[in-house]
């Protein structure tokens, strides 16, 4: 499966199994099964572009777009780079590769935290190209 959810939707699949000759057989049964996106589990991951280039323009993380979302960015020594707080009913939190000072990150790997409004946590890595 590719492509964003939406929260609070839902949406049906219908799994099929083919063999090596080619024959296939539903192993979902004929209705489908659903599944519900924006459970209120971990917020989404997803950093992009990942690697990171200016060039490409803003760099986005993906959030749950509830009050209170934020995104903290730290190199691999931990510290803190950049603390960016999302607004209410945006998805996305932009970076722009610029540490607190206003000044342009040095190309590197960096670790990224996402806290939604409910307070689940997501880390992951990034990295910045020049």
């Known amino acids: 499966v590719s492509g964003t959810f939406a929260n609070s939707q839902t949406y049906y699949f219908t799994v099929i199994g083919v063999?090596?000759?080619g024959e296939s057989a539903?192993?979902?049964?004929s209705d489908g099964q659903s599944v519900?996106?924006?459970?209120?589990?971990e917020p989404t991951s997803n950093?992009?572009?990942n690697p990171y280039d200016f060039s490409s323009g803003m760099m986005k993380?993906?959030?749950s777009g509830t009050a209170g979302s934020e995104v903290e960015i730290y190199t691999t020594s931990g510290r803190l780079v950049r603390k960016l707080t999302g607004d209410t009913g945006k998805e996305e939190i932009e970076w722009d590769g610029k540490n607190e000072e206003g000044e342009d990150v040095t190309r590197?790997?960096?670790i990224y935290n996402i806290t939604?409004?409910?307070?689940?946590?997501?880390?992951?890595?990034?990295?910045?190209?020049r």
Do not use: M
């Open 19 to 21: 063999s090596e000759g």
């Open 47 to 49: 950093a992009y572009p």
């Open 26 to 29: 539903n192993a979902t049964n």
């Open 36 to 41: 519900t996106g924006g459970n209120g589990g």
């Open 108 to 110: 590197g790997i960096y």
């Open 61 to 63: 993380f993906k959030v």
């Open 116 to 129: 939604d409004g409910n307070g689940s946590k997501k880390t992951g890595k990034l990295a910045v190209l």
